[in-house]
């Protein structure tokens, strides 16, 4: 690597993307700090207990709201596909079908995992949860458009519902990968954990 390459590589480091701003930003909202305290405050009730502990996923080290999401995150983005393709137009439906089948877990496990997330990370969860919602309701539209023959629209609002999702999904891997939330949360004082 040049002496350039090396400068650039720092300055560049130096400064956050726009989108990582616009992340950061949620983190700062203290104006979501009512909504997600109140959000938290029964949540705290319901998981603390041990099978809160099981939904957080202790038994496996790590969160389970990360491999639920792939369910109805895959079969969206499936149905999407296949909306590409002349003849498919059941077989997206039944996706779209199996997407909203799989969210009600992956909305609990997400829960179960918000009701132990620090003041920060609630303001970021909170707003993830709200995109998240609002593209389920998106795919419900689009699946009730589905069924009632209107299949050009069914197929937009998947479309308008992979974007929010997207916006979820965003702000959900900034609660993971940016803020740690859920990072070693299981693992014991002793235990050998790679930093």
């Known amino acids: 690597m040049t002496d350039n390459e090396n400068t650039r590589g720092t300055a560049e480091r130096g ?23 109140s959000v938290a405050k029964p949540l705290r009730r319901l998981f603390g207990g041990p099978a809160g502990r099981k939904l957080r996923g202790r038994d496996v080290g790590h969160p389970l709201h990360p491999l639920a999401v792939t369910l109805p995150i895959g079969a969206w983005t499936c149905s999407s596909l296949l909306d590409l393709l002349p003849g498919s137009e059941p077989a997206a439906r039944r996706l779209v079908a199996a997407g909203l089948l799989a969210t009600p877990a992956a909305a609990v496990l997400g829960w179960a995992d918000y009701s132990e ?45 992979l ?26 004082a002793g235990e050998d954990v790679p930093r």
């Open 15 to 37: 400064r956050a993307a726009a989108p990582h701003r616009l992340l950061a930003a949620v983190e700062r909202a203290r104006v979501l700090d009512g909504p997600a305290e």
């Open 117 to 161: 997330l620090d003041t920060r990370q609630r303001r970021v969860g909170v707003v993830h949860a709200a995109a998240n919602a609002l593209a389920a309701g998106v795919f419900v539209t689009s699946y009730s458009a589905r069924t009632r023959g209107a299949t050009a629209a069914g197929k937009l609002l998947n479309v308008v519902g």
């Open 163 to 188: 974007a929010v999702l997207g916006v979820g999904g965003a702000l959900g891997g900034h609660l993971a990968y940016a803020q740690g939330a859920g990072v070693f949360r299981w693992q014991s």
